[in-house]
T-cell receptor, first 114, second 114 residues
Framework: DTGVSQDPRHKITKRGQNVTFRCDPI?????LYWYRQTLGQGPEFLTY????????KSRLLSDRFSAERPKGSFSTLEIQRTEQGDSAMYLC????????????FGPGTRLTVL | DQQVKQNSPSLSVQEGRISILNCDYT??????FLWYKKYPAEGPTFLIS?????DKNEDGRFTVFLNKSAKHLSLHIVPSQPGDSAVYFC?????????????FGRGTQLTVWP
């Protein structure tokens, strides 16, 4: 399977704990995005990488959130001191820079903060 | 500020009939539009897209229409099949920006019944 993969698929944690998610994009894609989706909403943009450079962060990404893409391949999203409001589906997408902007999504990581 | 709006949260259609899903946007800088389909517990799957230089794009049973003056687009599915039952998200981007983030609507749940 050469699609976008995410790990873990599900994560349950207690409030105040740190969590880290991983995304492996499609191998030839140089752009990588993180989105968050809550119930009844569409995906909301969190941050974007072109190769290893983080080019934009949404204001939704508080200082408790950090994302990296150290070698321009896989990416990690860490949430420190989780809060119940962080409970959501975290989606990763990748694309190849060009004229279109078709982003291919992974299956997501479902985070539940108790 | 919801820049992409899907005002119908749900749509129910009989198998074989046409499904029409609607989407409105407010940002005149958007120049590329996409439709994604999402099944439960999966990430969104790219379906079809259209550039603002076109007013129609067709792919098999799926056709997207764009009315720039009205800032409105629609997805037509003909004929509808039970396997089309899913949540459909409309998304838009500004390719003039180097950022490439997608702005999503809240989705429309399509149910196709036999």
């Amino acid at each position: 399977d050469t699609g976008v993969s995410q790990d873990p698929r599900h994560k349950i944690t207690k409030r105040g704990q740190n969590v880290t998610f991983r995304c492996d994009p499609i191998s030839e894609h140089n752009r990588l995005y993180w989105y968050r989706q809550t119930l009844g909403q569409g995906p909301e943009f969190l941050t974007y990488f072109q190769n290893e450079a983080q080019l934009e962060k949404s204001r939704l990404l508080s200082d408790r959130f950090s994302a990296e893409r150290p070698k321009g391949s896989f990416s990690t999203l860490e949430i420190q001191r989780t809060e119940q409001g962080d409970s959501a589906m975290y989606l990763c997408a990748s694309s190849f820079s060009g004229n279109s902007n078709e982003q291919f999504f992974g299956p997501g990581t479902r985070l539940t903060v108790l | 500020d919801q820049q992409v709006k899907q005002n119908s949260p749900s749509l129910s259609v009989q198998e074989g009939r046409i499904s029409i899903l609607n989407c409105d946007y407010t940002n005149s800088m958007f120049d590329y539009f996409l439709w994604y389909k999402k099944y439960p517990a999966e990430g969104p799957t790219f379906l079809i897209s259209i550039s603002s230089i076109k007013d129609k794009n067709e792919d098999g049973r799926f056709t997207v229409f764009l009315n720039k003056s009205a800032k409105h687009l629609s997805l037509h599915i003909v004929p509808s099949q039970p396997g089309d039952s899913a949540v459909y998200f409309c998304a838009a981007s500004d390719r003039g920006s180097t950022l490439g983030r997608l702005y999503f609507g809240r989705g429309t749940q399509l149910t196709v019944w036999p």
